[in-house]
């Protein structure tokens, strides 16, 4: 960052910013610590960081939402502490959390947002055509907001921030439960608005593939802020470190990930079309990073490897959870574990809201141990197929067995040998962490030692001791979802249900998540995962595709790929292969995407 910058060229200058929030008498988090931040004008930034970095606590400073203790900040040339009506008189701000009236409908949500901006019809007559035209959201006016899907529901949040010609936008998470194809729609709309527009955007994002769209980026941890610069300045901190690994045959990608992220040398280890990319702690030639004979290439770093080694830098800890945090008491023991039984079984499945089909004809089966992910856009019908699996939600016709239950006819006796994590945050906020703990334990039947058992085991593993008094509302945002998942595996199900476990969470939460998920699935567990984050269909022994209720493409990650492909050893990311398979189905339906 350039100190000497021309003030004309900067959108937002912070200097020196400390922010604290207090939690009781003698309490306070520290969620900003001396930090200096800047955007150009006509510019992308990016904000970047784990849970409680402090990227939202910038956004709502500069939105005028709250005042820094310390510090000084000006937006479009405004000091925002002794003016902030001026700034948002001239900016949008679209948080996490984008307030949608859902018994609105789509043009009266736009009509009301304009209202409360005064914007005069005039202006209104020439902004809403181009507004419907980079959401896709014309043919929908009519529609209520709560009738919408998850991607149009974030698309008209933007538009609802952009019924005024603002000259700043500010974006918390904008693609958070976004699928593949919504989430590339908005970040079309997004860079529209930058390279056609003009348009200065700060965003706080948790995917490393959208802040490399940016001009620059803005890394920060535990309030501070670890290097600022263009993606590129970011990535050359693991120049000469990042690697590809081929597992051997027949092995899962996921369990060579689990191998090197327990050795010391390694900074981080994700699986990546059929492959283990990872970052080596040192610069090393391929011939040196050789892997008991396993085939390794170097490849060029990106920026997430860059984040991760800003990340390890920064701190003398490992940024996972090692092999000894890891769940370690399975229901089945490793040498019990028959990968061949049929746990899951569904045939021809059927799920009807009155004329409308959500899921039609599905069938699938899944194994004892296997990862098994149901992938699709907002509104494809797999959260409703999930709940059907879940004993949430009974099917209108079909065959659908889980752990030997018949669950048209027995889903209570079904739902004691399952567990289940939903999407959003569903344990109890004022009961501490112990407490919502002994809650399940007691729904779950659990009593005297073996409740005493669980419950120190659970803490243990979960690195949840030390905060077994907290409120579960004042958690950190990865902690909340260790407590989720320990409430969840408290009784040692056979079956772990896991709807979009990592949304929103950081690279650093989700290699801790899915370290622990592959544990579980070498001891036994069955696990079945939504999600819209494709570099966790790679974590997967098979996943499903689907839309509009029905199945695209069911396989390996590698068949999956070569749907498209035509090869399955091609470098394709599932992503690519995901947008290429829906779009191939929709062109030939001739079918548009749903609203619902």
Not at 83 to 92: A, E, M
Request: net charge negative.
């Amino acid at each position: 960052m350039n100190p000497r910058a021309d003030s004309s060229a900067v959108a937002l200058t912070g200097r020196n910013l400390s922010k604290s929030f207090s939690h009781g008498k003698d309490e306070a988090t520290r969620a900003l610590d001396d930090v200096s931040v800047e955007a150009q004008h006509g510019k992308l930034t990016s904000l970047v960081g784990p849970d409680g970095a402090g990227k939202t606590t910038v956004l709502r400073l500069a939105a005028g939402l709250m005042r820094a203790d310390a510090g000084s900040l000006t937006v479009l040339g405004i000091d925002v502490s002794q003016h902030p009506q001026q700034v948002q008189d001239r900016i949008s701000y679209m948080p996490q959390r984008f307030g949608l009236y859902e018994d609105l409908s789509v043009q009266e949500n736009l009509d009301l947002y304009a209202d409360l901006h005064g914007v005069p019809q005039d202006q209104r007559d020439t902004r809403y055509p181009r507004l419907m035209e980079m959401t896709g959201l014309g043919a929908f006016r009519e529609r209520l907001a709560g009738k919408l899907s998850g991607g149009m529901k974030q698309k008209l949040g933007l538009a609802c921030t952009l019924v005024r010609s603002p000259q700043l936008l500010l974006l918390d998470e904008p693609t958070v439960g976004v699928d593949p194809l919504s989430r590339r729609e908005l970040w079309e709309i997004v860079q529209q608005l930058v390279d056609d527009d003009g348009l200065s955007v700060v965003v706080s994002t948790s995917y490393m593939d959208e802040a490399e769209r940016s001009t620059h980026v803005i890394v920060m941890r535990e309030g501070k802020v670890l290097a600022t610069g263009s993606p590129q300045d970011v990535r050359q901190h693991a120049s000469g470190r990042s690697f590809v690994a081929y597992p051997p045959a027949a092995q899962p990608p996921r369990k060579l990930q689990a191998q090197l992220m327990d050795r010391a040398d390694i900074i981080d280890a994700v699986p990546q079309s059929g492959r283990v990319r990872f970052v080596s702690s040192l610069e090393h030639d391929a011939d040196n990073a050789a892997l008991d004979g396993i085939r390794v290439e170097p490849v060029p770093a990106n920026l997430e490897d860059g984040f991760m080694v800003l990340l390890h830098e920064q701190s003398a800890q490992r940024p996972t959870t090692t092999a000894a945090a890891t769940p370690q008491s399975p229901a089945i023991a490793p040498a019990e574990v028959d990968r061949g039984e049929i746990v899951i079984q569904v045939r021809d499945l059927v799920r009807k809201f009155g004329d409308f089909t959500a899921v039609d004809r599905t069938s699938f089966e899944v194994h004892r141990g296997e990862v098994f992910g149901l992938l699709g856009p907002n509104g494809a019908g797999k959260t409703t197929t999930f709940r059907m699996l879940c004993g949430l939600l009974p099917a209108t016709s079909g065959t659908l067995q889980v752990a030997g239950a018949d669950l048209r006819h027995a889903r209570a006796e079904a739902r004691q040998r399952i567990g289940y994590v939903a999407q959003k945050f569903s344990l109890y906020g004022q009961l501490n962490v112990r407490e919502n703990l002994e809650f399940f334990a007691g729904a779950y039947g659990l009593r005297n030692e073996r409740l005493r058992a669980r419950m120190a085991a659970t803490l243990q593993q979960f690195e949840l001791e030390a905060m077994q008094s907290l409120p579960a509302e004042d958690l950190p945002g990865g902690y909340k979802r260790r407590l989720a998942m320990a409430a969840a595996l408290l009784h040692e199900p056979e079956i772990l249900f896991l709807d979009e476990p990592t949304s929103g969470a950081d690279p650093l939460a989700r290699r801790d998540f899915w370290r622990r998920i592959t544990t579980l699935a070498e001891q036994g567990t069955t696990v079945i995962v939504t999600t819209h984050f494709m570099e966790e269909a790679e974590y997967c022994d098979r996943i499903m595709i689907q839309d509009a209720g029905r199945t695209l493409a069911i396989g390996t990650p590698d068949e999956v790929r070569s749907h498209t492909t035509g090869d399955s050893t091609d470098a394709h990311t599932m992503e690519d292969a995901f947008i290429a398979i829906v779009e191939k189905a929709r062109e030939s339906t001739g079918r548009e995407p749903k609203a619902t």
